[in-house]
């Protein structure tokens, strides 16, 4: 990203260390009171983050990358498109 100087670096850094402190957020939790953090809860939010930030954020580094002409060979805009 840096080496092509992806002008979403900057927000997508925010959003990686955004995802760090949220993570942060349930470990203090459960340190106090285990009871207070539900597998489920986790689970959810892991997978949530992980499908949007890859749909939204890593997919515009991906057009990003074509626009610029880089190789991305297997990657796609969207999931699911050529």
């Not at 892991?46 to 610029?68: A, P, S």
């Amino acid at each position: 990203m840096l080496k092509h100087r992806f002008e979403g670096l900057s927000l997508h850094r925010f959003e990686h260390l955004q995802l760090m402190q949220d993570v942060m957020t349930f470990r203090e939790r459960w340190t106090v009171d285990p009871g207070s953090v539900r597998p489920m809860e986790v689970t959810r939010f892991l997978g949530e983050w992980i499908v949007n930030h890859t749909q939204d954020m890593d997919f515009q580094y991906v057009r990003f990358l074509k626009e610029k002409g880089v190789p991305v060979e297997g990657l796609s805009a969207k999931p699911g498109l050529p």
